[in-house]
């Protein structure tokens, strides 16, 4: 068996163990991803597959897949042996979790011939379950790569207001002082989707300037301007 590169995810790579839109799982190279529980013993151990862009599914991915799979159920890893195993991995991993409260959620990047796998782990008091989302590694680590300068936000000049991560959040005023906040994700250096609508960054300025709403981001590191937009 061909030793596996395993590493904690970092904080850019774990919003990538969630379904994207088809947009963005397209331009990422998302392959499908895999659901598994875990017993306490090695014997029970179930899976099931979901495709997303099946183009992507080859027969050299299938190969890589199941080495992964069998390699992270070995001892020599052992990640995905068994609910002891799992919990005894992150603990030896701690800089691997990133969730909080009474579920710990831990994630790992696998890396294999041109695929990428992106593990997330789920301890729970009940039942560990996990979720491995594949990707064409080429294709994930480019628009990630685009992705780090941030989401431009405009006004319906073109003039640029803020950004926000990829990720971040930003807070809508409308006209009788309701708020609402969405999540945003970067589609391309001129797209954005904002809680699963694709929008061209002058669009959305513009319907923004045409509900009379004004719109901001939620305070974020290292991330430029922190000025309210408001469509004039």
């Given at each position: 068996m061909n030793e596996l590169k395993i590493r904690p995810l970092t904080e850019e790579e774990r919003k990538y163990t969630f379904t994207q839109g088809m947009q963005l799982e397209g331009q990422t190279g998302t392959i499908g991803f895999m659901y598994g529980e875990l017993d306490s013993s090695r014997?029970?151990?179930?899976?099931?597959?979901?495709?997303?862009w099946?183009?992507?599914k080859t027969d050299a991915f299938k190969t890589e897949l199941d080495g992964v799979v069998g390699g992270l159920r070995s001892g020599e890893h052992g990640?995905?042996?068994?609910r002891t195993?799992?919990?005894?991995?992150?603990?030896?991993?701690?800089e691997s979790i990133f969730g909080a409260g009474d579920m710990t959620v831990a994630g790992f990047r696998v890396d294999k011939g041109e695929h990428a796998f992106l593990i997330r782990c789920?301890?729970?008091?009940?039942?560990?379950?996990?979720?491995c989302y594949c990707y064409v590694s080429e294709f994930l680590d480019r628009h990630m790569a685009n992705a780090r300068p941030g989401i431009r936000f405009v006004d319906p000049h073109y003039q640029e207001l803020f950004r926000v991560p990829d990720g971040g959040r930003i807070i809508i005023t409308e006209p009788d002082g309701e708020q609402r906040?969405?999540?945003?994700?970067?589609?391309?250096?001129?797209?954005?989707?904002?809680?699963?609508?694709?929008?061209?960054?002058?669009?959305?300025?513009?319907?923004?300037?045409?509900?009379?709403?004004?719109?901001?981001p939620v305070q974020?590191?290292?991330?430029?301007?922190?000025?309210?937009?408001?469509?004039?």
């Open positions: 014997k029970d151990f179930y899976t099931a597959w979901t495709d997303r099946e183009k992507y990640l995905l042996q068994s195993s799992m919990r005894d991995y992150v603990r030896e991993h701690p789920n301890l729970r008091p009940e039942k560990d379950t996990f979720f906040e969405k999540i945003c994700r970067f589609v391309d250096e001129y797209h954005t989707e904002v809680s699963g609508w694709i929008f061209h960054i002058c669009e959305f300025a513009e319907k923004m300037e045409q509900n009379g709403n004004s719109y901001e974020e590191k290292g991330m430029g301007k922190e000025q309210p937009g408001k469509a004039r």
